[in-house]
């Protein structure tokens, strides 16, 4: 089970950019499942929703309606790394991001894999 570290979380006022990074412990998978999901304020961990997720065979990716066009998952193979590129960020994207790794899309049960968590918080 390939362990996850996310970094990169803070404080941005709305409009603002940030980019999210997981470090994977090992290399994953040529044909696994990443995935960033948030939890927002006031919901319970199992109400996590999916953000983005990527295929790494291939590249496919899908993401979530709220966040398509100004969020993209890029991964980093060669250093065992995925990014969560994050911009014209509004108040409703304030939460804690979670990735995670093997599972299936934006299931948040299906995942095997996951980081503790980093904080976003989006501010007027």
């Known amino acids: 089970q390939v362990h996850l570290v996310e970094s990169g979380g803070g404080s941005v006022q709305a409009g603002g950019s940030l980019t999210l990074s997981c470090a994977a412990s090992t290399a994953v998978a040529s044909d696994y499942w990443l995935a960033w999901f948030r939890q927002s304020p006031g919901k319970e961990r199992e109400e996590r929703e999916g953000?983005?997720?990527?295929?790494?065979?291939?590249?496919?990716?899908v993401y979530a309606d709220s966040v398509k066009g100004r969020f993209t998952l890029t991964h980093d193979n060669a250093n065992n790394m995925f990014y969560l590129v994050m911009t014209s960020l509004n108040l409703e994207d304030t939460g804690v991001y979670y990735c995670?790794?093997?599972?299936?899309?934006?299931?948040?049960?299906?995942?095997?894999?996951w980081g503790q968590g980093i904080q976003v918080t989006v501010s007027s």
């Open positions: 953000v983005a997720a990527l295929f790494t065979d291939g590249g496919n990716t």
């Open positions: 995670a790794a093997a599972g299936l899309g934006l299931i948040p049960r299906s995942y095997k894999s």
